[in-house]
């Protein structure tokens, strides 16, 4: 009753009725962008760990060795190290990984990493890839089933898009790949090479795959890489929940393996997300602090001008205590009332969002 009749009324005075306005406005739309900005940011951190767990492996083992003992030694991995978690367990690829100097016949460089993979393993990959480029709601149409596969034959890669942008080439275009330990050859001796095909640009809107990934078939893909030195094998193990290749990293590092886990791998990037939330619900926090100071603007202006109503209920019998913690609680109805509105309006806003995905905004989000 006193809230209105001392901040709405017509009573109330020109000047605390216009702060009283803004103060709840302000509130309102701190509170609703804080709402909005943690729900988009929080959206984004769960796309990207998902479109990263549904491409990346969960864990990277490897072992410094040649082919021979390196298949032995996985083949050893897998039916006594890992057969533990066998109910865990989803797929367990055989790559072959290889640093590459990229050469097109504009004369432009570049690296990369080629992997090699088997058909089946190389095809559940680009799967998936088409399947995360896909928009929400045509994820759950036919295109998921219309689904083509991509076979690439001898001497055809698929790129990531980054790559391609940076090389300037397009599907269909040839490029030099050269493994790096050629740069030790002795001058005027011309450097090793293999000449392949871009068949398909891949992008998966991970900044690792897309800038550095170069696929082929590891079966009858590049087979001047299959005499590289510099020629890494390495499992690519993935689980039924991601946390699990925690666990077995340590497990594979106790019995000499090298493994780098999903967090390993991408830690600068957590850590930047985590940092970017962090400071953006810090800043947006302080901003609602901020109008803070417009409520006790208001008290401070009501109280100056009611001195007799103050007066008046002190002679009532309302002790100086009681006094300020009525005008208080005015104050405090005024910052719930922006809090709550704020809150209804920032959740419906990030709830619409969610239900339709606005344009503007990159698919990521």
């Known amino acids: 009753m006193l809230f209105k009749k001392y901040l709405f009324s017509q009573?109330?005075?020109a000047l605390i009725k216009v702060i009283s306005w803004i103060s709840i406005i302000s509130v309102t739309l701190g509170i609703?962008?804080?709402i909005v900005v943690t729900s988009v940011m929080n959206g984004f951190n769960h796309t990207?760990?998902?479109r990263m767990f549904g491409i990346e492996p969960h864990l990277v083992v490897s072992q410094s060795s040649d082919e021979k003992d390196s298949a032995e030694t996985f083949l050893k991995l897998k039916t006594e190290v890992l057969k533990d978690y066998g109910g865990q367990l989803e797929s367990v690829a055989y790559v072959e990984s290889q640093d590459v100097?990229?050469?097109t016949f504009e004369g432009l460089f570049g690296g990369g990493v080629a992997k090699g993979y088997d058909p089946e393993e190389l095809n559940d990959l680009l799967k998936r890839i088409y399947h995360f480029n896909l928009k929400p709601k045509e994820q759950k149409s036919d295109l998921v089933e219309q689904y083509q596969p991509v076979e690439l034959g001898k001497l055809e890669v698929a790129i990531g898009m980054d790559l391609a942008r940076e090389l300037e080439v397009f599907e269909g275009d040839q490029v030099l790949l050269i493994p790096p330990e050629t740069?030790?050859?002795p001058p005027g001796e011309a450097p090793p090479y293999q000449r392949v095909t871009v068949k398909e640009i891949l992008s998966t809107r991970l900044s690792d795959f897309d800038s550095n990934t170069i696929l082929f078939?590891?079966?009858i893909g590049l087979p001047f890489l299959q005499k590289s030195l510099s020629k890494k094998p390495e499992l690519s193990v993935r689980f039924d929940q991601a946390d699990v290749a925690l666990t077995v990293k340590n497990d594979l590092l106790f019995e000499g393996f090298e493994a780098n886990s999903w967090?390993?791998?991408n830690k600068v990037l957590f850590f930047a997300l985590k940092l970017e939330k962090i400071a953006m619900t810090t800043f947006l926090a302080m901003a609602v602090a901020i109008t803070g100071f417009s409520i006790l603007s208001v008290l401070a202006l009501l109280i100056a001008q009611k001195q007799f109503d103050y007066a008046l209920f002190l002679a009532m019998g309302y002790s100086q205590k009681n006094c300020q913690a009525l005008f208080a609680r005015i104050g405090l109805i005024l910052a719930v009332l922006g809090v709550v509105v704020g809150g209804v309006l920032g959740t419906s806003i990030a709830l619409y969002l969610e239900a339709f995905p606005l344009d503007?905004?990159?698919a990521i989000y």
């Open 11 to 13: 009573r109330s005075g």
């Open 32 to 34: 609703s962008s804080l």
């Open 48 to 50: 990207i760990r998902k």
């Open 101 to 103: 100097i990229i050469r």
């Open 183 to 185: 740069l030790l050859l």
């Open 217 to 219: 078939n590891r079966k």
């Open 263 to 265: 967090r390993d791998r």
């Open 360 to 362: 503007i905004l990159p």
